[in-house]
């Protein structure tokens, strides 16, 4: 066990174990620093931590015989131990050995230690340096909040400069991720908005690896994401989602109302020819077959998108493709841009590009169309019931929103002649009359 470097009586306490060559030491020493820098003692004696952490070598036999005996040895005198180190990249040796680990990291992996050790034993709160509330600083209101999965992305869409600034995709923990939305629904957060720049790919940087969360094992990877969301009894939205394949297993949690019924799909645009210049991801998926069978699954599936016009090299024909599908995809919301070169875009150097005019007349003809779709679907909604979250209180009433709704970007439940409603609330109401982008509803019965 690694010496005692602390004499104080802080919890949590970590024990430390460290074996194998010199690399080895200074991943350790990487991991203790961190421990301490975020205020974990390092006790020296098994008995009298919460948890152990073996870093581990696997290069010969005999290395990995003698990892075992030592994460079997903390097993057995203490009973909650991390692994991490060279045997780690070998999980199935430990876990095959010792399935009650918690978990299980490979070598050069601070950030996944970190995450397991939050996981098990948050880190401690010292009133001295922590100036920032669990959940964080938030810009939103206290009832919602956007939970960022990852960053940058390994598409290469070729309007889009976001990958030359903020790189290839990186995914941020699992247990990082469960513990974050856990302040903030601790700290009364009724909806998260799950952000990335593509939602559908998270965790594909980590191979999909294994976190933990409350001791359990979790993949990082959007599914199990959102089923491991929805059990902190919150609305769970999901933004910037693409039609992949591996999309179709959200569809069940969603008719089984664990997470939203709500996709935002940016498809951007439904011409084969215009979506390969795009160079955008999952262009070769059948959107309308898929759209067609997540329906099936889930009726009240609600979709939102965005789309582009006037893309270098977009013909009438290939415009006439996307009001097609606009017409036959019957989405419920739909934003529109026109095509404007980005410094740094690959498509600026396209032939073909489309004169303003254009753009602005296709963009208007794809409003107008999606204006009678999305008032059609809208107004299929009259005399039902739904849950709204409250966003405002006004004189009248309130502006709320249901899951079809999500802030900022859709359009809103406007409550009138309602009195005593707050902020956050959620409470259940009847559509009695509907518009283009809003709906009118009364108030039904209260949530508790
Ligand atoms: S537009 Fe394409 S390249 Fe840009 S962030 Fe989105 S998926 Fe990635």
Not at 1 to 21: A, E, I, K
Not at 37 to 66: K, L, M
Not at 180 to 186: G, K, N, S, Y
């Amino acid at each position: 066990m690694v010496s005692n470097v602390s004499n104080t009586n802080l919890v949590p306490r970590v024990g430390f174990v460290s074996l194998g060559c010199p690399k080895a030491t200074s991943d350790s020493e990487r991991i203790l620093t961190q421990l301490r820098a975020e205020g974990y003692v390092i006790s020296p004696d098994y008995h009298q931590s919460d948890f152990v952490i073996v870093n581990t070598c696997g290069f010969i036999d005999d290395a990995v015989a003698e990892s075992l005996e030592a994460i079997g040895e903390a097993l057995a005198e203490n009973g909650k131990v991390i692994v991490t180190g060279c045997l780690g990249a070998k999980s199935d040796i430990v876990r095959s050995a010792y399935p009650d680990v918690l978990a299980v990291t490979g070598p050069h992996d601070v950030d996944g230690v970190m995450a397991a050790v939050h996981a098990h034993k948050p880190r401690p709160h010292d009133p001295y340096i922590d100036l920032v509330p669990p959940q964080g600083i938030r810009l939103t209101p206290p009832h919602y909040a956007y939970l960022k999965i990852s960053e940058g992305c390994n598409h290469r869409c070729s309007f889009c400069i976001i990958p030359g600034m903020r790189g290839d995709l990186v995914s941020r923990p699992i247990g990082d991720l469960m513990q974050e939305a856990e302040h903030l629904v601790d700290a009364g957060v009724k909806e998260l908005l799950i952000i990335s720049q593509d939602t559908s790919a998270y965790g594909v940087d980590v191979k999909y690896r294994t976190g933990f969360w409350h001791g359990r094992p979790i993949k990082t990877r959007m599914t199990e994401l959102v089923d491991a969301l929805s059990q902190l009894g919150v609305w769970v939205r999901l933004h910037y989602v693409y039609p992949y394949p591996h999309v179709d297993e959200v569809l069940p949690l969603m008719a089984q109302g664990k997470v939203l019924p709500y996709l935002d799909i940016p498809f951007q645009h439904a011409s084969p020819r215009i979506l390969r210049a795009m160079k955008r991801p999952a262009a070769a998926e059948k959107a309308l077959t898929r759209i067609r069978a997540w329906r099936e699954i889930c009726p009240e599936l609600v979709i939102r998108s965005t789309f582009i016009t006037g893309f270098p090299g977009e013909t009438e024909a290939d415009f006439d493709e996307l009001m097609d599908f606009i017409d036959e995809a019957q989405l419920d919301r739909v934003g529109c841009f026109t095509y404007s070169p980005v410094e740094g875009a690959t498509a600026n150097a396209l032939p073909d590009h489309v004169p303003d005019d254009i753009k602005e007349e296709r963009k208007a003809r794809l409003m107008e169309r999606q204006a009678d779709i999305s008032a059609e679907r809208l107004a299929q909604r009259i005399g039902q019931q739904l849950t709204v979250l409250i966003d405002e209180v006004t004189p009248e009433g309130a502006i709320a929103r249901s899951y079809a709704e999500a802030p900022e970007i859709d359009g809103v439940v406007v409550i009138e002649s309602a009195k005593n409603l707050e902020v956050g609330q959620m409470i259940t109401v009847r559509v009695i009359d509907s518009g283009e982008h809003d709906l009118w509803a009364e108030c039904v019965t209260e949530h508790p």
